[in-house]
């Protein structure tokens, strides 16, 4: 039987087996499950069949995703005797477009979906956001189940209910909530990604530790390796994230208050990556971690944490092979004023003034409004020199 998984559930030995978990996100009437486990993928069928019985289901997935995992998703839907149709977009941030958003809208149109129907986003995070947006304005609301296929989604984007696609300008500037009713990840899944994207991923689990669970974070300091190899320590690391992201979004689903936490790294590493083009120069996950680098070694530098902190969390993340510094990303970036600019756009940023989350230390990340733009300036241009 599934248990309901809470950060301190993660004190296992590293290489033990880890039974399935089940994380619950409570809101209310729109309270959802998320399932945990190797093999998920194989039983989505019967999962979606007893959630809403009667309904049809369009995929959405892109290129790579369904050489791994189409095949097997689609036969688990047609044992449970589930009509589907499916929708495949081309992989990458390229994807969470004007123009992907379009694609993915009148695939589900065309297909006859309909508000009773459900939507299944299979793949990372780009996949997720951009179905979770379609399924949120197409009839006006179609219900969607996100079942994550990367480390990155599993822990963070595929909860939540933050759906969106990429202006020009910036990351993520246009969207909508719209919360799942169900999360299937399959731990095993994780087996067929590449390193890099692994490691990428794992950035957003190590967050949740260095913004509000230090003792959490210490485990990760000796799990880390069996995280990404695959052994139970991981179904006990996906678990304990998620446990930790779905106890913010139940006290603050749309991001008004504390919800912002999340974003530990994320306004220094948002406008790093769209400097870098939103490319391949620079994943997501890469970016938070040297976004979340920087608000450490920031906020000892206005006193708020110690430098032994922020050393701390540097070297956890460049032990796991991450990148932490700005010198880090490949290829030229814009200068200091262009990456002001960038951070002028982020979604927290409160009639102009800039809001940041920093961090009193291990664990202890605020929110922290009206930092004054000259010493973010004076302190990007140090760190890029650096």
Not at 292 to 315: E, H, K, N, P, T
Request: charged share 20%.
């Amino acid at each position: 039987m599934s248990s309901v998984a809470t950060p301190s559930s993660v004190s296992v030995p590293q290489g033990s087996p880890a039974a399935p978990r089940t994380v619950r996100v409570e809101l209310g009437a729109r309270a959802y499950d998320i399932a945990i486990g190797p093999g998920l993928l194989g039983e989505i069928g019967t999962r979606i069949a007893a959630l809403r019985p009667g309904a049809r289901v369009a995929i959405v997935t892109d290129q790579n995703v369904a050489l791994q995992h189409l095949g097997m998703v689609e036969a688990a839907l047609d044992a449970a005797g589930i009509g589907f149709s499916t929708v495949i977009v081309a992989p990458g941030e390229g994807s969470k477009s004007y123009a992907g958003l379009q694609q993915v809208a009148e695939g589900l149109i065309a297909a006859r979906v309909e508000r009773r129907d459900l939507v299944l986003a299979l793949g990372g995070g780009v996949v997720g956001d951009l179905a979770g947006f379609a399924a949120a304005v197409v009839r006006r609301g179609v219900d969607v189940v996100q079942a994550p296929t990367t480390l990155l989604s599993q822990v963070d984007s595929s909860v939540g209910g933050k759906t969106g696609i990429n202006s020009p300008q910036g990351k993520n500037l246009v969207g909508a909530f719209h919360q799942p009713v169900l999360v299937v990840a399959d731990t095993a899944a994780l087996d067929t990604l590449p390193a890099r994207e692994l490691r990428a991923g794992y950035a957003e689990v190590a967050k949740y530790g260095l913004l509000g669970d230090e003792k959490l974070f210490g485990w990760l300091e000796g799990a880390w390796r069996g995280i990404l190899s695959g052994d139970g320590d991981r179904v006990e690391a996906v678990a304990a994230s998620c446990a930790a992201k779905a106890a913010i979004v139940a006290r603050d689903e749309t991001e008004t208050g504390d919800r912002a936490l999340l974003n530990l790294g994320h306004t220094f590493g948002h406008a790093l990556e769209a400097g870098a083009g939103f490319s391949q120069r620079l994943l997501h996950g890469e970016a938070v971690s040297i976004g979340m680098c920087l608000a450490f070694a920031y906020s000892a530098r206005l006193g708020l944490c110690s430098g032994q902190d922020a050393v701390r969390a540097q070297r956890h993340l460049e032990a796991v092979g991450l990148p932490t510094r700005i010198a880090d990303v490949p290829g030229e970036l814009p200068d200091t004023d262009g990456l002001m600019t960038l951070i002028a756009q982020d979604k927290k940023v409160s009639r102009g003034a800039l809001t940041f989350i920093l961090a009193r230390g291990i664990g202890a990340a605020f929110v922290a409004k009206d930092v004054d733009a000259a010493s973010v300036r004076a302190f990007l241009e140090e760190m890029r020199a650096a």
